[in-house]
């Protein structure tokens, strides 16, 4: 279509830049099928949403009495919210928390504590 009008190549062949050559092709079609064999072979990676590691038991017994002692040093004076809290932290099981709780992220566990406890200090 256009070789035939317009030609400043006296007369040459063009041709487009959509066409190509079968060898071509095949060759850029086998790095890129090594590539994906490759990718297919590799395990898939684990994405977790927030990026953050998962908590074991001890870290939540961890952050569970760091959080309440932050809670009773804030209502020192208060006689009724820290026995509350006392009370709170001796029936506290780890592992219904973490079956009730799975994967749970430190961002995770601030959000679920604030909820559990807000009946305590309020």
């Given at each position: 279509m256009f070789n035939s009008v317009n030609n400043p190549f006296?007369?040459?062949r063009i041709t487009s830049s959509t066409s190509s050559d079968g060898?071509?092709?095949?060759?850029?079609?086998?790095?890129?099928?090594?590539?994906?064999?490759?990718?297919?072979?590799?395990?898939?990676?684990?994405?977790?949403?927030?990026?953050?590691?998962?908590?074991?038991?001890?870290?939540?017994?961890?952050?569970?009495?760091?959080?309440?002692?932050?809670?009773?040093?804030?209502?020192?004076?208060?006689?009724k919210v820290i026995k509350k809290l006392d009370k709170y932290l001796e029936k506290f099981n780890v592992q219904k928390f973490m079956k009730q709780n799975p994967n749970i992220t430190v961002k995770d566990f601030y959000m679920i504590m604030f909820n559990e406890i807000s009946d305590y200090t309020g």
């Amino acid at each position: 279509m256009f070789n035939s009008v317009n030609n400043p190549f006296d007369n040459r062949r063009i041709t487009s830049s959509t066409s190509s050559d079968g060898n071509k092709h095949h060759e850029q079609q086998q790095p890129q099928n090594q590539e994906k064999n490759l990718l297919d072979e590799e395990e898939q990676d684990e994405v977790k949403i927030g990026g953050m590691p998962i908590l074991t038991e001890d870290e939540i017994l961890f952050l569970v009495k760091e959080y309440i002692q932050k809670l009773k040093d804030e209502h020192i004076g208060e006689e009724k919210v820290i026995k509350k809290l006392d009370k709170y932290l001796e029936k506290f099981n780890v592992q219904k928390f973490m079956k009730q709780n799975p994967n749970i992220t430190v961002k995770d566990f601030y959000m679920i504590m604030f909820n559990e406890i807000s009946d305590y200090t309020g």
